[in-house]
């Protein structure tokens, strides 16, 4: 009898899109509230401000339910 191998659909990769500075402007007024947080931004933003990743680092750090984000 021959095996019948099923192939599971993987999710539609999300949309990348970019930010506007006044989406960044609203996530960062949003602010999670931790001041550790806020300085590990200031941190991560001194080196890595213009990397095409941050956007990413920052919805994790501010937290993924940020309507602005």
Do not use: C
């Amino acid at each position: 009898m021959p095996e019948h191998h099923t192939t599971t659909e993987r999710p539609a990769a999300p949309q990348r899109r970019t930010l506007t500075q006044a989406e960044i402007d609203a996530a960062i007024q949003e602010w999670n509230g931790n001041i550790e947080s806020k300085h590990a931004v200031v941190r991560y933003m001194k080196d890595h401000a213009r990397e095409k990743d941050t956007a990413a680092w920052l919805r994790q750090e501010f937290g993924d339910d940020l309507p602005a984000l």
